[in-house]
């Protein structure tokens, strides 16, 4: 186990070298949420506690999959895919090192953002609550990458982050960041459901002092959602690993 983890970190770090200033990354994963916040913010008479959820979880859920949907993808193109396959690590180590990537990226700009945005805007959250809640849902979002760089089995960078972007678009609108999901319909509040980001915004509004959801559903379902999303990731992955090299 310890051996997998020093080999899965050494991956990490290739991967933050390589791939953290890519264009796609830094797009996607800096200044398109800033702008997004922009737009949700200005015009509006929003308070501090409503801004520092909205900042905090978009920065978490688009920096930490911005870079692990493409990461595969490149590396097939550039033919260090098939070297890493062949390497004495297995698969499941591979993917736990783009893991890594993702989470360190997310959990970085996440809490450099959202430190200094509590002080601007003299909001003071539960701190236990609010580091723990990040951490499981960048965890949860970075293990979402690796499902998303599973399929299709391409080459093409694009490709996986069209179909990343959308998936991506739908759980930002129904997970209660724009909308609080008590002032959904009830039909909208089933449908928020299925988001994990709906866990992360609510567990950032308990630490806040409000919620609608009990918060250890909150923290359990980022956990379980993470689990689910890396070990079908995985499953996949093995699955189509032939057809990467075809």
């Known amino acids: 186990m310890i051996e997998t983890l020093k080999r899965s970190f050494a991956i990490a770090k290739k991967d933050m070298r390589i791939f953290y200033l890519k264009g796609p990354v830094v797009i996607m994963g800096l200044i398109f949420p800033f702008f997004l916040f922009l737009a949700f913010m200005i015009g509006r008479n929003l308070s501090g506690a409503h801004l520092l959820v909205a900042l905090t979880a978009m920065t978490a859920f688009f920096t930490s999959t911005a870079v692990g949907p493409t990461i595969i993808p490149w590396e097939c193109r550039g033919r260090t895919f098939e070297r890493l396959i062949t390497a004495p690590v297995s698969l499941t180590t591979v993917l736990l090192g783009d893991f890594q990537a993702s989470l360190y990226f997310g959990l970085a700009i996440t809490f450099a953002i959202a430190v200094p945005a509590m002080l601007y805007l003299s909001v003071h959250p539960s701190i236990w609550l609010f580091v723990l809640s990040t951490l499981l849902a960048v965890g949860c979002f970075s293990a979402m990458t690796v ?28 997970s209660g960041i724009f909308v609080p999901i008590e002032n959904l319909p009830a039909y909208g509040r089933w449908i928020s459901l299925v988001s994990p980001l709906t866990y992360y915004v609510d567990a950032l509004r308990h630490s806040l002092g409000s919620g609608y959801l009990p918060v250890w559903l909150d923290l359990l379902m980022l956990a379980l959602f993470g689990l689910a999303f890396f070990f079908t990731g995985t499953a996949i992955h093995r699955k189509v690993l032939e057809r990467r090299f075809t």
């Open 147 to 174: 499902l998303m760089s599973s399929y299709p089995p391409t080459d093409v960078p694009a490709d996986v982050m069209m179909l990343s972007s959308l998936v991506k678009f739908s759980l930002l609108f129904i």
